[in-house]
């Protein structure tokens, strides 16, 4: 049977954002506030060392791993009614242009 492929890629101003919309939304150990900008620290499994600005002011590092970057990408589809198969296997990586390519694989049966 075929394989369905489907990729989203973020700019960096988007994963930035969708990032701190879902820290702000969500119950997480992540600080409350805005992310700057990120680096990849590592592409497998991929880590994000984000620099943040607190609601106070202040600034500081936090890094996130995979599955915390892949629920912030999907939650941001969510609200944004991007459509995304429940059933399909998500992934999250670098991608070349610096940000962020959700891929979607859904096997056809």
Do not use: W
Not at 9 to 21: F, G
Not at 30 to 56: C, I, Y
Not at 86 to 105: E, H, Y
């Amino acid at each position: 049977m075929p394989t369905e492929i489907r990729r989203l890629l973020y700019s960096e101003v988007e994963v930035a954002r969708a990032v701190s919309e879902f820290a702000l939304q969500t119950e997480t150990s992540m600080p409350k506030g805005a992310v700057l900008d990120f680096k990849v620290e590592n592409e497998q499994p991929l880590k994000l060392r984000l620099h943040m600005q607190t609601r106070e002011g202040k600034q500081l590092y936090h890094t996130i791993d995979e599955p915390f970057i892949a629920a912030a990408l999907i939650s941001h589809c969510m609200r944004n009614k991007i459509p995304i198969a429940k059933q399909s296997r998500k992934t999250v990586r670098a991608a070349k242009n610096g940000g962020i390519a959700l891929d979607m694989t859904l096997e056809q049966r």
